[in-house]
């Protein structure tokens, strides 16, 4: 049982304002859940480590059938046992990306057809994110508001994720003109340093684009890391920094 309570107004001067509560029995007919499958992150060459489950409730759970399942990735897999996976009633529909899925995020939409004649199809989003054989951190590096003429340096920072698995960084660039580079080897085969700053009289106002880091991982061959921030006119000569107005230093 639900209920609403609803301010009415009226002409009646006795009584201007009348509360009316509104109350209904909602019927769930069918519906899945959980409403998203969240994998945790794994390696693509071997797929997901343990499939995920969802299940199916309402009035009509059991006797409505699931007729069809679509999903625009052919790597990730759906299987329906209405009596339950390992005989578990709470794992109606299982999930697993299988080998292959593309190093990055993935967020795919999956559609379940019934034969109910109230709700006709099922569907949810199943995400995760693919590791490759190097970490990259971070993924986006934001330079935030930066005055002219101000040092700046940023690290982008690469590793193997794998005891036996061992790379190089055979070429760094930057999309933005002015933007400066620098690699280092840490350790080598093992762990890259990429440093980042500005040139002597950069003058873009805003920055955008991307640092554009070239392995020799062949699933991994171009990592682009995307950088933004946005520069200010450097100060007068002799111009103090603007005051800080908060209320413990207001002027006196």
Partial sequence: MQKKTIQVETNDPAAPNLN???RATVELVLAISPASIVFPAFAGAKGSTEPLYARISG???ASA???AVECPSKLI???VNRSGFDGDPDRQVKFSVLPGMPIGRFRERVVLTTDSDKVPSLSLFVTGEVLG???VTPRHLPLGTIQAGTPVRKIIRLQSTQPDSEFRVVDVKSTVKGLTTELTTITPGREYQVTVGL???FSQTVIRGEII???DDKDQTNIAVRVFGRTLPARPSGQAAPADMSEDKAPI
Avoid: F, K, R
């Fill in 20 to 22: 009316l509560e509104v």
């Fill in 59 to 61: 009035s009509q759970s």
């Fill in 65 to 67: 059938s699931i007729t």
């Fill in 77 to 79: 897999s759906v299987e």
């Fill in 133 to 135: 054989a190097i970490s």
């Fill in 199 to 201: 040139a002597e009289g």
């Fill in 213 to 215: 880091i070239t392995t």
